[in-house]
């Protein structure tokens, strides 16, 4: 308890210089508050602190960490980086100590400095930006992408080709966080603070942003969600009409086909939703 308040001082005291240094960024040429600058990517970076943090039954955005990512980047210089026969020429280093943290890394995957990847997590031909929070035992599937200060939970798999998107600013708005245990189907794109909750299966190809309409059509009546995919949630894509002026057209949605089961297993509630639901992945 004693270790915790000492630290909740710290970030504390860490915000003041990092909203300060915002303010005016004349600040950032003073070596100390480049420093804290620099401390704040540390402790992204080794999962000590985030962008955002589930709280007294909600999430809630870190501005002021989000603020310290932005200003890193003045604060670095362009640099080669050379792997091998590859070369990078960039800002932000990249992650490295993977055998240490227990992460599996297969060529050619990329995760950026100031990013946390936890024990367990398998990394395909991937990228992980900066900011970003991946969790124990998630799978980020060949040429995923995580974006910048995403929240990935415990076994999440994102399947090949899903997108994650990013948000650095406005540094109010809320990154996309997808929750313990769900699965995001392949090509799926989910963006603009959009959150799947607990245990969702997102079919193949369903696209998420903040003004996409999540319709459940498995009951009697549809009942309609935005910005956010309920928990054990079957998701497919659909359409719905909409009448422009030049006329009525379908346009993009998301539909709720049905719910995993919350009495078996994860991997057999996922395996039944699959069958029973015909869901492409």
């Not at 950032?28 to 420093?35: E, N, P, Y």
């Not at 990517?41 to 080794?46: G, H, P, R, T, V």
């Not at 909750?197 to 009942?223: F, H, M, Y």
């Amino acid at each position: 308890m004693y270790i915790c308040v000492i630290l909740q001082r710290i970030k504390s005291g860490m915000k003041e210089i990092i909203e300060a240094a915002w303010e005016d960024r004349t600040k950032l040429a003073d070596g100390s508050v480049k420093s804290v600058v620099e401390e704040v990517i540390a402790l992204l970076d080794k999962g000590k602190l985030r962008v955002a943090e589930y709280a007294g039954g909600t999430w809630m955005v870190n501005d002021w960490v989000k603020k310290a990512v932005i200003l890193y980047f003045p604060l670095r210089k362009m640099e080669t980086i050379d792997v091998g026969p590859f070369e990078f020429h960039d800002k932000i280093p990249l992650k490295h100590g993977y055998k240490k943290l227990g992460v599996r890394v297969v060529p050619h995957a990329i995760a950026r400095y100031g990013a946390f990847l936890a024990s367990d997590v398998v990394m395909m031909p991937s990228y992980v930006n900066i900011g970003a929070y991946v969790d124990s035992g998630t799978m980020v599937d060949t040429w995923a992408t995580v974006g910048s200060c995403a929240q990935i939970g415990k076994g999440v798999h994102l399947s090949g080709g899903v997108g994650v998107g990013g948000v650095l600013e406005p540094v109010q708005a809320a990154p996309v966080i997808i929750e313990d245990h769900a699965f995001i189907g392949s090509r799926c794109i989910v963006v603009e603070g959009v959150r799947i909750e607990k245990e969702a299966v997102l079919g193949a190809n369903v696209v998420l942003t903040a003004s996409t309409r999540v319709i459940d059509v498995s009951g009697d009546q549809p009942v309609e969600y935005q910005g956010r995919v309920p928990e054990r949630s079957v998701v497919i894509p659909g359409t719905m009409k909409k009448d422009f002026p030049a006329g009525t057209y379908n346009v993009p949605c998301a539909l709720i086909i049905g719910k995993r089961k919350e009495s078996t297993d994860r991997k057999t509630s996922l395996n039944e939703a699959l069958r029973q639901h015909q869901v492409a992945v």
